[in-house]
């Protein structure tokens, strides 16, 4: 009998390693093929029809000063938005997780309603209610807070969008947190407020930051909502979202594309950005 | 000095405890052991501060701390699932008690440093103050929580279940490491478990509780020995329960001789190895009860279809009329 010597698989050549779970072929492709019809090639399309449109025209139409100022609000109010919603979305998480009430599976169902409602119907309630005349409006105008058709205006339609991502990020974590990490605190000596903040904050915040980046992410991408009650000013209240599609309007394809591919990049950073820190603060943890 | 009066609490409908006393000396190492919904566990939280009894008052060392909060008692907790906190280092956790206190009474960063480098050796955790609780084992992590509720310099130490979810071996030597602890330490500590092999082996004095009450407080040889009630002598070790004609007899597997003549008549039902003992499971003939006996290991194995006669060397008498 010959003695013939197992070769080890070739390492350079299998640049996936050996696992136990099977399908990773299928799933992998599957994966590559969905994402390249429903994300990736709309996405390289607008890159395509963008790049077919050159440089100075495209630098021109990208960064004119009507399409800066409409970045600035769109990012900013987005932002904004998110931040109200890291704070108050928190808090309707917290009172979901922590307390037995009456009612309390319609407040969670309400909760998730913004996902539902057209957002024209929630746009054009908020003006309704904002509005000057307004049942909100007419306590606000006299003190001389004017919320529709201004940034404050866009910002609460944004924050009424965006609830739902951080109520929903962040209340399975704090559920899983547990009593018994608070009651630890408490018996080490911590005050309510210690407690908070150096034990419950720090270990929701990867959760929070998700909620968030969705929050933030679904604000800037906002159309519906915002057209109603944010009055349409060009360089004042006109969102990008809107610059797009009165660019559309006017047949300006290609300037469509290239504030859409400005939005895009600016987006995938801040996103990238919020993920690397992320994965940087679960590698801490090393769980 | 640890003093419980007359401590009662429900939840709703459900009375966790009826009217407990319970007098723990300077020092002393406790165990609270029943099975679960015997009120152990609530009685643990309301003497931390975790939780307010309806009625009665809870003393250390002749203050009245009924109504202090947890954070006011200076008790160490060790909780059953460690309770760690997970986005901290082994360091920072063992240290948190030390860092929250308030600014005039909080030692310097290189005393927190120091007393925190002092305690994870003295639950033999050196060099891993750098970690995470997520990298450590159970039983490491378990030391992290014991090592973190000794940094307040409690006056008492409570830990509920502290073992219950290591692995058997793990278990085994953190029990006799939190033993030797404890005589090294002199720390009045009180533990909860379910587990009687774990309150005799560790205690110094052992409350039996069930359904909310104390059935008997007393030395582990006096519990084993001489239980108070039925329920202990059940819970407490492995009994043989039969009908007399003045009541309940138990009487322990290990103290039963075999006989030749004079005995009550056993059927051999099925036979293992217990060690340096033969344990025998079958049925009284007359009573038509199932006995468990040990029989030396020196004598051939008993085999299932044998008759053995038996007859307990000691046993005890339960009336249920006079209980």
Do not use: C
Not at chain 1, 83 to 104: I, S
Not at chain 1, 168 to 191: H, N, Q
Not at chain 2, 139 to 163: H, M, N, S, T, Y
């Amino acid at each position: 009998m010959s003695t013939t010597t197992l070769s080890p698989p070739r390492a350079a050549r299998r640049w996936r390693k050996p696992s136990v779970l099977p399908g990773f072929g299928l799933t992998f492709g599957f994966t590559l093929g969905w994402l390249s019809l429903i994300v990736l090639i709309p996405i390289a399309a607008i890159f395509l029809k963008a790049a077919g449109m050159g440089w100075s025209h495209f630098l021109e139409v990208g960064f004119s000063s009507r399409a800066l100022s409409a970045y600035r609000l769109s990012f900013g109010t987005a932002a904004a938005a998110g931040l109200v919603n890291a704070v108050f979305g928190l808090l309707v998480a917290w009172v979901l997780v922590r307390y037995v009430f009456p009612g309390k599976a319609i407040i969670s169902a309400l909760v998730d309603l913004p996902f539902a409602l057209p957002t024209a119907v929630a746009g054009i309630a908020l003006t309704a209610l904002y509005a000057p005349n307004g049942w909100v409006g007419q306590f606000l105008d006299p003190l001389g807070i004017k919320v529709a058709f201004t940034p404050l205006g866009i910002t609460i339609a944004l924050v009424f969008i965006g609830l739902p991502f951080v109520v929903r990020s962040v209340e399975p974590v704090l559920a899983d947190l547990g009593k018994d990490v608070e009651e630890a605190a408490a018996t080490l000596g911590a005050t309510r407020s210690q407690t908070f903040l150096r034990v419950i904050f720090p270990a929701i915040a990867p959760a929070l930051l998700t909620g968030f980046a969705m929050a933030f992410a679904r604000g800037v991408g906002e159309y519906g909502s915002v057209i109603f009650i944010s009055g349409n000013m060009p360089g004042k209240t006109e969102i990008a979202p809107l610059l797009i599609v009165t660019q559309l309007e006017q047949y300006a394809y290609e300037g469509a594309t290239a504030i859409a591919v400005v939005m895009m990049l600016v987006s995938f950073t801040i996103l990238l950005g919020i993920n690397a820190v992320q994965a940087a603060g679960r590698k801490r943890m090393g769980a | 000095m640890i003093k419980v009066q007359n401590i009662t609490k429900r939840f709703g409908d459900y009375a966790a405890l009826h009217g407990i006393d319970l007098e723990i000396e300077d020092g002393e190492f406790i165990a609270l052991l029943g099975p679960s919904g015997s009120g152990k566990t609530t009685l643990l939280r309301i003497i931390a501060g975790l939780e307010f009894q309806d009625s009665g008052e809870v003393f250390f060392n002749g203050d009245d701390v009924s109504t202090k909060k947890v954070a006011d008692r200076q008790v160490g907790f060790v909780f059953q699932q460690y309770a760690l906190f997970r986005h901290m280092t082994v360091a920072e956790n063992v240290a948190f008690g030390l860092t929250v206190k308030k600014r005039r009474d909080r030692p310097s960063k290189a005393a927190i440093k120091e007393r925190a480098e002092e305690l994870l050796r003295l639950v033999q955790l050196e060099g891993l103050g750098q970690r995470y609780p997520g990298q450590l084992s159970g039983g490491q992590r378990q030391r992290v929580a014991l090592a973190r509720a000794l940094a307040i310099e409690p006056k008492l130490l409570l830990l509920d279940e502290p073992f219950g979810a290591l692995d058997a071996k793990v278990r085994k030597d953190l029990r006799r490491w939190l033993r030797d602890l404890h005589k090294q330490m002199g720390l009045t500590s009180i533990f909860v478990t379910h587990d009687q092999e774990e309150a005799l082996e560790l205690a110094d004095r052992v409350v039996v509780m069930d359904h909310g009450k104390i059935e008997q407080i007393g030395t582990p040889e006096e519990i084993y020995m001489n239980p108070a009630t039925p329920f202990v002598s059940h819970f407490v070790g492995e009994t043989n329960r039969i009908a007399g004609n003045d009541g309940e007899i138990h009487f322990r597997p290990h103290d039963v001789d075999v006989v030749t003549e004079g005995g009550e008549a056993v059927l051999v039902d099925n036979v293992f190895r217990k060690g340096g003992w033969w344990r025998v499971e079958g049925v009284l003939a007359e009573a038509g009860l199932v006995v468990e006996f040990d029989v030396d290991a020196g004598f051939p194995q008993p085999s299932p279809g044998d008759t053995i006669l038996i007859r307990p060397r000691r046993s005890r008498l339960f009336n249920p009329e006079k209980d």
